[in-house]
């Protein structure tokens, strides 16, 4: 311990603590904007700034460090100063159009700016042009952008995807791909993680709002939505619930408010990607184990952050992923079908939204492969902020809506669905199912729970022996089932690694885009509350053991849909509608043409066009300052295009040369 003093105070603070740190361990707040507790402490905004006695200059608390006997101000008037003028340079390049703002109200920027009383903005300078870059699942706006780095932060170190980073230098600087690429042309895999760090409105979901009004608004659509499993812990948050309140009544009752024709629930399809998941794991065993050749491990597949991810990093491993759609589109495909006849409707006119955590599943119901007959099996994704945010706009007291029930027979679940939200869930499910269909006991664990696959480790591994089957699976008789659970694409990647060097020594991975699963995803609402993630998993384990149904199988619904409609798992109807396949991409996008791109931005690249000075108007006539402006312009773009004809022909060479020496490699 070392002894500090702040604001002329005493304190013990531990040794290797940042001046930040040792402040809020004793309640003193410091103000801070590109400061990430524990993932990003960069040190870039340096807002947080605070006097150091000794020092010849201001010190950013978040990445100071303090030593025996420091004395530190936080709040002189010097400080005080310092900080407002850094805030006031840093919104000179900013589109201060907080009224249309996604994030007004819920802007870190726009919060700080109260809390350090700035009234006015005195430096207007060179600004930004606008120039959106729209992918199917995020919008990027740079003209809010702060260069606060958190996003460069998340996307590579935690992600591990890379896509995001500085490019260019000085007020040229600019966060997003290489290049000045979009987002849908690289190898994003729309994770939305970038989103939830973002401090301003220049990282968001593609807005999907308004095509769910349309679509409500439309008499001639019957409009479903489904919810899925990580939704019921967290959109609460947005009304101001504690992180993890279960409020699926509540949830259920607010789409019908809004207007949905049928509430249906993700869960229900999770149980029947677990009659169909297990049922392929199964047969692929029994392959393996008996020499006619499997591919194992077996993947799982419903997270398509995870999926884009391995169809560009590692398209020779497709075969590892289970075929299963993910749940939503499964639900898709069997409104569009089963319910669609019970209930006489054409399928046209039908549409599917999908409530959901991920940003990701936006682009995957883009998916050319995503359709049945012709037809899209989901609609619209909105994330779970997006739907609060319709919830709000429509007026509904969310807390005092009763509890109301999903509507059957696409609504009801079993508590081995509810775990799909948390990392180890699916898992943990799948366990619970092919343990019992194998052997006619139950899982032999406390509460169903396989504990070494429960809780935030980024990754979890697991035995289970199978002793004493049923005659059908003799030939597990002794075996030692072995599994791993992973979130988040950068701790996948060692596993996928360890496949690929024939080292692997499971036969099952369960992998989620999103570190923690679900309860995680880029959609989610955004927290300041360093426990959000711990809460948002009790809620998920609380829900499931307050179900009467613990485990997919025993869901009298999906025994139901198999007798009526599907036949049996993995029979020829489920292949159409439920499984589908993957697409190989390239790691630089180099193996398909196909793009996620919503609209073209503008042709120049962003960073480096400015508005061009302001000039003294008495020095030109009206018509010598237009010409002059014009000129400039058009040396301008004759710049730009030249740039970016040359990053093009680079960017086309970089495919040509990996595509030949993939082609070698083969
Ligand atoms: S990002 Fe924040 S400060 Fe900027 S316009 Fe939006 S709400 Fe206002
Ligand atoms: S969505 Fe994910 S992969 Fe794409 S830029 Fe953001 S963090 Fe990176
Ligand atoms: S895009 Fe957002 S998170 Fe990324 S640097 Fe800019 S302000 Fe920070
Ligand atoms: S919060 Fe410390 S430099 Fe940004």
């Known amino acids: ?98 009224l249309s703002c996604k994030r007004n109200q819920s802007c870190e920027l726009q919060a700080l700016g109260k809390a350090l ?29 702060i260069l606060c780095r958190r996003c460069v932060t998340v996307c590579n170190d935690i992600q591990g995807a890379g896509i995001l980073n500085a490019q260019n230098r000085g007020f040229d600087t600019v966060i997003g791909p290489a290049m000045d690429l979009q987002l849908g042309t690289v190898n994003c895999i729309f994770c939305g993680q970038c989103t939830v760090v973002c401090p301003v409105g220049a990282l968001k979901e593609t807005d999907s709002i308004q095509d769910v009004w349309n679509a409500l608004n439309d008499k001639s659509k019957r409009v479903v939505a489904q919810v899925a499993p990580a939704i019921r812990v967290s959109i609460g948050e947005e009304f101001g619930y504690e992180a993890g309140s279960r409020v699926t009544g509540k949830l259920a009752a607010a ?43 077996m993947i799982t597949s419903c997270s398509p952050g995870w999926i884009k991810f391995i169809e560009h990093a590692y398209p020779d491993k497709l075969t590892h992923l289970s075929t299963c759609k993910s749940p939503h589109m499964m639900m898709g495909a069997l409104v569009k079908s089963y319910y669609a006849q019970k209930i006489n409707v054409d399928p046209k006119d039908i549409f599917v939204v999908s409530v959901m955590p991920c940003t990701a599943k ?66 943990e499910a799948a366990l619970r199912t092919v343990y019992e269909v194998v052997t006619g006991r139950q899982l032999p664990f406390d509460g169903l729970h396989v504990a070494p696959i429960v809780g935030l480790e980024s990754v979890k591994v697991a035995e289970l022996t199978i002793d004493n089957p049923l005659d059908e699976y003799k030939f597990l008789d002794g075996v030692t089932l072995k599994v791993a659970v992973t979130s988040g694409v950068k701790a996948a990647n060692r596993l996928v690694d360890e496949i690929s060097k024939g080292k692997s020594p499971y036969h099952f991975i369960e992998v989620m885009g999103c570190p923690g699963g679900c309860i995680m995803g880029g959609g989610q609402p955004r927290s300041s509350d360093p426990q959000v993630k711990l809460k948002r998993l009790k809620g998920i ?65 962003q960073a480096s066009v400015k508005q061009a000075p302001k000039e003294p108007m008495q020095q030109h006539t009206r018509d010598g300052l237009a010409s002059t402006k014009i000129m400039e312009l058009e040396t301008e773009n004759a710049r730009l295009k030249n740039e970016l004809n040359s990053a093009l022909e680079t960017v086309e060479l970089f495919k040509k040369i990996i595509v030949s020496s993939s082609a070698k490699n083969r």
């Open 255 to 297: 789409l019908r408010r809004l207007g949905f024709d049928d509430v249906f629930d993700t869960n229900f399809t999770a149980d029947l990607t677990i009659m169909e998941e297990g049922t392929e794991f199964l047969a692929r065993l029994k392959k393996a184990l008996l020499g006619e050749g499997a591919v194992l491990p």
């Open 362 to 427: 936006k682009s995957e119901i883009s998916r050319a492969e995503m359709k049945n007959y012709g037809l899209k099996n989901v609609d619209a994704v909105l994330t779970t902020r997006e739907l609060a945010a319709m919830i709000k706009e429509a007026g509904i007291d969310f807390h005092a809506l009763p509890d109301e029930e999903f509507d059957n027979p696409l609504g009801m679940s079993s508590g081995a669905a509810d775990i799909f939200g948390v990392t180890g869930g699916v898992m």
């Open 541 to 605: 384990y609380t829900e499931d053991e307050a179900k009467v149904l613990r485990k997919s199988h025993e869901n009298p619904y999906v025994t139901a849909i198999y007798e009526e409609f599907l036949g049996h798992p993995n029979g020829h109807l489920s292949h159409e509608l439920l499984h589908t396949h993957y697409v190989k991409r390239g790691i630089f996008n180099e193996l398909t043409s196909e793009s996620f791109v919503v609209s073209k931005k503008a042709s120049a690249p």
């Open 117 to 145: 009383g700035v009234e006015d903005y005195r430096f207007e300078g060179e600004r930004s042009v606008r120039n959106d870059d729209i992918s199917v699942s995020i919008t990027r706006d740079m003209t809010k952008c």
């Open 1 to 98: 311990m070392v002894s500090i003093t702040i604001n002329g105070k005493q304190y013990q603070a531990a040794e290797n603590m940042t001046i930040m740190e040792a402040a809020k361990a004793n309640s003193i707040h410091i103000p801070n904007l590109c400061y990430l507790e524990g993932i990003h402490e960069f040190g870039s905004c340096r807002i947080c700034v605070v006097e150091v006695e000794g020092a010849k200059t201001l010190q950013a608390a978040c990445i100071t460090k303090i030593c025996d006997g420091m004395r530190i101000h936080t709040n002189s008037e010097r400080v005080r100063k310092a900080r407002k003028v850094i805030y006031e340079l840093l919104v000179s390049d900013h589109a201060k159009d907080c």
